[in-house]
C-alpha cells in the first residue's frame, strides 16, 4: 500500500475467554493505513471488523485474555503503550463514529455540551464563547441549518439522521489523524443514509486525517472508499484499491462474496450463496479460514494458515492458489 | 416471470385502507393494492411509511379504520369473525426478529407442534408434514431438542418458516426475511422461498429495505412513502425507469459495485414529515426535487399509467436517475 503509512498492524491477535473456550477474534492481522486514504473494511458478522476498530482505541472488553502484534501509529506502537498514554490517543489523535446514534450520545446533556467537551478536551482551557462558537460551526459544516438553536437541543429532540451529523461533528472537532467509523450509516433509512454518505464525500475536501470505513455494505465502499480490506474469520482475506479488488477479486471468498451481491438483474436462476457457515471463534485453525466452504480448495490450503501475499500492484491476497484458481476460472470450460 | 403476460386473479385485496392510530397518526392512507395468486410482491419504503401496518392489517392484527381488505372473496375482518383458525392457517406472518419470534421458554420441536395443537390438525399426519417440512427446509432433528438462543439467526428463520409452513398457507407475509442474516447465506434463504412459491403455489408480500432482494425476488413492487403506495409497478420496469420521483430517489441510493451499475445518488434534503401532521398537497413535496407550485396544494391520485402501472404523482417520470 503507501510506501509512509499513517498506521501499520502486524499480525495482531486478539482472544477473548468465553464460556465455550479461548476465542481466536483476530487471527494474526497485517494491514497499514496509509495516510490520509480512506480504508473500507468489509466482511460479514463475525469477521473481526469491529473487533479491529477496537484494537486500535484499546477498547477492548474485560474478558480479553490476549492482545499480541504490533499496532505502529506513526511509529509508536499503541500495543504496548501503558494506559494513561494511550488515553491520550483516544479523542485527541484517534476518534470514532459509531453505529448508533441513538446510544452514543448521553441522553442527559445537549448537544452543545458533547461537542464542548469533545473541544476541552483537545484544546484544554478554551473559553467558553469561543467552544461555542466552534460548536455552531462544526454543527453548520455537517449540514445543520439552524445550528445556533440546535446546538441547545438534547439527543432525544433530534431525528436518527441529525444525531449522527452531531457524532460526525464531534469526531471532526477532534481533527485526528484517524477518525474510525464503525457502519455509520446502517441504523439509517436509506435516503437519510444518501445523505450522510454525501456529508462523509464532501469531508474528504476538508479532512486530511485518514478513515477507517467499516460496513457490510460493498456497495457503499466502493463509493466511498480509496483501499479495501476483505475480512473473514479474524483474518485478511484480501486488500487492496477498491476499485481493483472489486473489479477483479483475487481470493475465493471476495470473489463468492460478490456474487452473493445479487446486483444482476432476476433470470428466473438460482440465487448464489456459500454453502457452510462462518468459523467457529473458539476453533483453532492451522489452515485456511475458508477452506471449509472454498469450492477451490486442494492440500496445499490445509497446510498452515495461508500468509497475506502480493496478488498484482498495492493488492495482496491471502490464498496459496488465487493465480490457479484465476487460470482455472478463465478456461471457458470451466463455466 | 414472463413479461407481458396477465396478472392472475387477485388473491389479496386492499381497497382505500386506511388506518388512524389514536385519532391522529395516519399509518396508512388509502392503500389500494392488488396482489394477484401466486405472484410475489415487494413494498418498499422507508421507516414510518406504513409497511409493517399494511402487513399487520392483512393478517387481522391491526384493525383497518376504514375501507376493506379481502382474502378471496370475503374480507378479513368477516373470516376472522366466523372462522378465525381457518383464516389464520390461510395467511401466515414471518415477523422481522426471527429469533425474538420463538419463545425463550420453549424448545424448537414444542414451538413447532404447538401451532398444530391450537388448530387441532390431526396430529400423526401433520408430525409426518413437518418431518417433510424441516428436511426440506435442511433442518436436522437435533435442532428440535435446542431452545432458540442456541440456535443460529439462519436457522431461527428457518424454523418460524417451517411453523409457518405446517399450516399449509396460501399466503405468506414475511416482514424483513433477511434483515440479520449475513450475505453469504441470504440467498440459500431466498431460493427456498421461491422454492416453496413454485412448489405449493404460495403468494407471497415481502418487505425489505434491502433493494437488490427486491429486484432479483419479486414480480411487483409497491413503494411506500408517509402511509400511502406512491407507485406500485412491475419490478423490472419500476428499477429501469421509476415513475414516481421518491422512487427514483430511492432506487438511486443503492449504490452498486460494478461501476457500469452506478448512478448519481439523488440525495433528498431534510427527513420524512410525521404522519401527524403530514403536508397538505402531495405529501413528498416537502422533499421532492421537481415538486411544482400544484403539488403544493393538489393531492395526487395513485392513477393508472400504461403497462399496469399505477404512479401518485401529477409530473410522473420528471426525476430520472443519471448514469455515471
Not at chain 2, 427446509?137 to 428463520?157: T, Y
Amino acid at each position: 500500500m503507501s510506501p509512509n503509512p499513517l498506521v501499520s498492524i502486524r499480525q495482531l491477535k486478539l482472544e477473548a475467554l468465553t464460556a465455550r473456550g479461548t476465542a481466536h477474534i483476530l487471527r494474526g492481522i497485517d494491514l497499514d493505513i496509509g495516510k490520509g486514504r480512506i480504508v473500507g473494511v468489509v466482511g460479514e458478522s463475525g469477521s473481526g471488523k469491529s473487533s479491529l476498530a477496537a484494537c486500535l482505541l484499546r477498547l477492548l472488553p474485560a474478558n480479553v485474555s490476549r492482545l499480541d502484534g504490533e499496532i505502529l501509529f506513526d511509529g509508536v506502537d499503541l500495543v504496548a503503550l501503558r494506559e494513561p498514554a494511550m488515553n491520550a490517543y483516544r479523542g485527541a489523535r484517534i476518534a470514532m463514529i459509531f453505529q448508533d446514534p441513538m446510544t452514543a450520545l448521553n441522553p442527559l446533556f445537549t448537544v452543545g455540551t458533547h461537542l464542548r467537551d469533545v473541544l476541552r478536551r483537545r484544546h484544554p482551557g478554551m473559553a467558553r464563547d469561543e467552544a461555542r462558537r466552534r460548536s455552531v460551526a462544526a454543527l453548520s459544516s455537517v449540514g445543520f441549518a439552524d445550528a445556533p438553536l440546535h446546538v441547545d437541543s438534547y439527543p432525544h429532540q433530534l431525528s436518527g439522521g441529525m444525531r449522527q451529523r452531531v457524532m460526525i461533528a464531534m469526531a471532526l472537532l477532534v481533527e485526528p489523524d484517524l477518525l474510525l467509523a464503525d457502519e455509520p450509516t446502517t441504523a439509517l433509512d436509506a435516503t437519510v443514509e444518501a445523505q450522510i454518505v454525501s456529508l462523509l464525500e464532501n469531508l474528504r475536501r476538508t479532512f486530511s486525517g485518514s478513515i477507517v470505513f467499516i460496513s457490510h455494505h460493498l456497495g457503499l465502499v466502493a463509493q466511498l472508499c480509496d483501499d479495501l480490506c476483505v475480512m473473514y474469520g479474524g483474518t485478511i482475506v484480501e486488500s487492496g484499491p477498491v476499485a481493483d479488488v472489486l473489479g477483479g477479486p483475487r481470493h475465493p471468498y471476495t470473489r463468492a462474496l460478490l456474487a452473493c451481491e445479487l446486483e444482476d438483474e432476476a433470470g428466473g436462476g438460482r440465487l448464489v450463496s456459500i454453502p457452510g457457515e462462518v468459523p467457529d471463534p473458539v476453533e483453532m485453525r492451522d489452515a485456511c479460514v475458508f477452506a471449509p466452504r472454498c469450492p477451490h480448495v486442494r492440500e496445499a490450503c490445509l497446510a498452515g494458515m495461508p500468509a497475506l501475499r502480493d496478488a498484482g500492484p498495492g493488492r495482496r491476497a491471502a490464498c496459496v492458489r488465487w493465480e490457479e484458481v484465476e487460470f482455472e476460472l478463465s478456461k471457458p470450460s470451466q463455466r | 416471470m414472463i413479461v407481458g403476460a396477465t396478472r392472475p386473479a387477485p388473491l389479496v385485496e386492499f381497497a382505500g385502507v386506511s388506518v388512524v392510530f389514536d385519532g391522529r397518526v395516519r399509518a396508512l392512507d388509502d392503500v389500494t393494492l392488488a396482489v394477484g395468486k401466486g405472484e410475489i410482491v415487494g413494498l418498499v419504503g422507508e421507516s414510518g411509511s406504513g409497511k409493517s401496518t399494511l402487513c399487520r392489517v392483512l393478517v387481522g392484527l391491526t384493525q383497518p379504520s376504514s375501507g376493506t381488505v379481502k382474502v378471496g372473496d370475503r374480507t378479513v375482518g368477516e373470516q376472522l369473525a366466523q372462522a378465525p383458525l381457518a383464516f389464520r392457517r390461510r395467511i401466515q406472518l414471518l415477523l422481522q426478529d426471527a429469533v425474538a419470534s420463538l419463545s425463550p421458554r420453549m424448545t424448537i420441536g414444542r414451538t413447532l407442534e404447538e401451532p398444530i395443537a391450537i388448530h387441532a390438525l390431526p396430529r400423526a399426519g401433520a408430525r409426518l408434514e413437518l418431518d417433510g417440512i424441516l428436511k426440506r427446509l435442511g433442518l436436522s432433528n437435533d435442532v428440535l431438542a435446542k431452545f432458540p438462543h442456541q440456535i443460529s439467526g439462519g436457522q431461527a428463520r428457518r424454523v418460524g418458516l417451517a411453523r409457518a409452513l405446517v399450516m399449509r398457507p396460501e399466503i405468506i407475509v414475511a416482514d424483513e426475511p433477511t434483515a440479520g442474516l449475513d450475505v453469504s447465506v441470504q440467498g440459500e434463504l431466498l431460493n427456498l422461498l421461491l422454492d416453496l412459491q413454485r412448489d405449493f403455489g404460495l403468494t407471497y408480500l415481502l418487505v425489505s429495505h434491502n433493494l437488490n432482494v427486491i429486484r432479483r425476488v419479486t414480480e411487483r413492487t409497491a413503494v411506500m412513502y408517509l402511509g400511502q403506495i406512491v407507485e406500485d409497478a412491475r419490478t423490472n420496469e419500476l428499477f429501469a425507469t421509476p415513475a414516481h420521483p421518491y422512487s427514483a430517489a430511492l432506487l438511486s441510493t443503492n449504490p452498486a459495485v460494478d461501476p457500469k451499475r452506478r448512478v448519481h445518488p439523488i440525495v433528498l434534503q431534510g427527513e420524512i414529515p410525521s404522519a401527524v401532521n403530514p403536508p397538505a398537497g402531495c405529501r413528498f413535496h416537502t422533499r421532492c426535487p421537481v415538486a411544482q407550485p400544484k403539488c403544493t396544494s393538489d393531492p395526487p391520485l395513485l392513477l393508472p399509467l400504461d403497462g399496469g402501472r399505477r404512479v401518485r404523482c401529477h409530473f410522473p417520470f420528471s426525476l430520472a436517475p443519471r448514469r455515471h
